[in-house]
C-alpha cells in the first residue's frame, strides 16, 4: 500500500465529519436559538523524506523534504453570534448581545454558594427565552425554571426592594380576602353588611356579590433561628410569614395551607433592565417581583452543547459571572450574589488587590446586551454559505475517491509486471 492511499482515506473521513457538521446546521436552520458550527481542517503528520541543513562556508544548505499523510479535525467550534428575531408571545424574550439565560431545576438554588463561584455551572445557560408561568407559578421556558432575582417588598419611596439571592423567579403569594358589595346572610345565619370582611364563608355565597382583594405577601430572606440569629429562607419556596415577638416577619410554623399566588394581569418583561412586573387583579396595584439574571462566560466559544438550546460552563468557557440588564443592579443597591461573604481587599491599603473569589461573585452590568421582548431569537445559519460549503466538500469527497482509484491502478499494474 502506498501513502497516497492512505491519505486519501484519511481525507474520506475528514470529509465526511465535515459533512456531518454542515447537515446538521441545514438541519437546524429554523430551530430557534441555534448556533451553527464550523469545522476547521487541518493536515496530517508527516514522514521525514529527508533532513534539513544549515550549510557551510561551502555547500549551501537544504530544506527539509517530508511527505504528509491526508487531513484531520483541527476543531468544531461555535459560532456564537446573534441570530434574527422572531416576534412570538408576549413573554417571549431574545438577548441581542453576549449573555445567556439561566435557568435550571429548583434543587440548583441550594447548591450556589457565592464564596464558590464555581458552583454557579451548576445553573444550565440558553439563548431561547420560551419564557411563560407553569402552574406552581415559576417561570419556565417550558422544561427548567428561569434563575434571577426576586423582590421583597417595597421601601417608602415606592422603589422595589430586591433580594440578591440567585434563585427560581416565582410570582409572589397573596391573601385574598372577600368583601360583601351590600348586604346579606350567610347559610348558616350569619347576617352581613355591605363591605363586610366574609371570606370565612366566600366559598358558600353568590361570587357576584362580593369583591375579592388581594394583599400581596412577598418573600423574605432572613428569620429568626432561634438563638437570636438569622437564617436564610429560601425564597423559591416560601410560606406565609407572620410577626413575631420584636414585629418581625418570620415564616409561619407550618408546612401546611401555603396561600395561594397573586392573580396578576399584563405580565410583562422590561426590555431595558429584565424586570418583570404585572398588575393585581382586582386593585389594579401595579408590581415588580423580579429580574432576570445574565450568564456571562470568559469564553463564549468555548461552551459545552449539552442537548437541545442548552449549553454549560465546562472546561474552555472559563469562569461563569452573574449580571443585570441597564444597571439595574446599580440602582437597586445589589453588589455580590447572595451577599457574598468572599473577602474583600483591605480599606486602609491603596495597593491592595480585590481577591479573585469577591471579584467573581460581583453582580456585576451586561455591559451592551439588550434584550428584545416579545418574540425569539433565530438560528444564525447562513443557508447560502453551508450549500456552497457542501459543494466543496462534495467535490473534495470526490477527489479524495479519485486519489484511491489512480493508487489502486498503480497498484495493479505493479502486481501484473509479473505477468
Request: aromatic letters at 8%; one cysteine or more.
Amino acid at each position: 500500500m502506498t501513502g497516497s492511499m492512505y491519505a486519501a482515506i484519511a481525507g474520506l473521513k475528514t470529509h465526511m465529519n465535515k459533512l456531518n457538521v454542515i447537515g446538521h446546521n441545514v438541519a437546524n436552520v429554523n430551530t430557534q436559538g441555534y448556533k451553527c458550527q464550523r469545522m476547521v481542517f487541518k493536515d496530517a503528520m508527516y514522514t521525514m523524506y529527508r533532513g534539513g541543513s544549515n550549510g557551510t562556508t561551502t555547500v549551501a544548505g537544504m530544506n527539509p523534504a517530508q511527505i504528509g499523510y491526508g487531513s484531520q479535525v483541527s476543531t468544531i467550534d461555535l459560532n456564537m453570534g446573534s441570530g434574527s428575531y422572531s416576534p412570538g408571545r408576549t413573554l417571549d424574550c431574545m438577548i441581542d448581545g453576549d449573555g445567556f439565560f439561566l435557568v435550571g431545576n429548583k434543587e440548583v438554588a441550594g447548591v450556589i454558594d457565592a464564596t464558590n463561584p464555581n458552583t454557579f455551572k451548576s445553573l444550565t445557560l440558553t439563548r431561547v427565552g420560551n419564557f411563560g408561568f407553569d402552574a406552581n407559578g415559576y417561570l419556565t421556558d417550558g422544561e427548567n425554571c428561569v434563575y434571577g432575582f426576586l423582590t421583597t417588598g417595597y421601601n417608602p419611596d415606592g422603589t422595589p426592594i430586591v433580594s440578591d439571592q440567585l434563585v427560581p423567579i416565582r410570582i409572589p403569594r397573596a391573601e385574598k380576602e372577600a368583601f360583601a358589595l351590600k348586604d346579606g346572610k350567610a347559610p348558616d345565619g350569619t347576617e352581613f353588611k355591605a363591605g363586610d370582611n366574609v371570606t370565612a364563608f366566600y366559598d358558600t355565597l353568590n361570587k357576584g356579590d362580593f369583591e375579592l382583594k388581594q394583599t400581596v405577601k412577598y418573600p423574605i430572606t432572613e428569620g429568626d433561628d432561634g438563638n437570636n440569629g438569622k437564617k436564610t429562607i429560601p425564597l423559591q419556596d416560601y410560606w406565609p410569614t407572620e410577626k413575631d415577638a420584636n414585629g418581625n416577619d418570620v415564616p409561619v410554623d407550618s408546612e401546611t395551607n401555603p396561600l395561594g399566588f397573586a392573580e396578576l394581569d399584563g405580565i410583562s418583561i422590561d426590555s431595558a433592565t429584565g424586570q418583570i412586573s404585572g398588575t393585581v387583579k382586582g386593585s389594579d396595584e401595579h408590581i415588580i417581583f423580579g429580574y432576570l439574571a445574565i450568564g456571562n462566560v470568559t469564553n463564549v466559544n468555548g461552551v459545552t452543547h449539552t442537548g437541545g438550546s442548552y449549553f454549560s460552563c465546562g472546561d474552555g468557557a472559563g469562569d461563569l459571572t452573574i449580571s443585570m440588564l441597564g444597571g439595574a443592579q446599580t440602582k437597586l443597591g445589589l453588589t455580590h450574589v447572595n451577599g457574598s461573604l468572599a473577602p474583600q481587599p483591605d480599606p486602609n491599603d491603596p495597593n491592595a488587590e480585590v481577591p479573585e473569589l469577591s471579584r467573581k461573585a460581583e453582580i456585576g452590568s451586561a455591559g451592551g446586551t439588550k434584550l428584545n421582548t416579545g418574540g425569539l431569537e433565530g438560528s444564525n445559519v447562513d443557508l447560502a454559505t453551508e450549500i456552497s460549503d457542501m459543494i466543496t466538500t462534495q467535490r473534495g469527497y470526490q477527489a479524495n475517491t479519485r486519489i484511491i482509484t489512480v493508487t489502486d491502478t498503480m497498484l495493479e499494474e505493479l502486481v501484473n509486471m509479473k505477468r
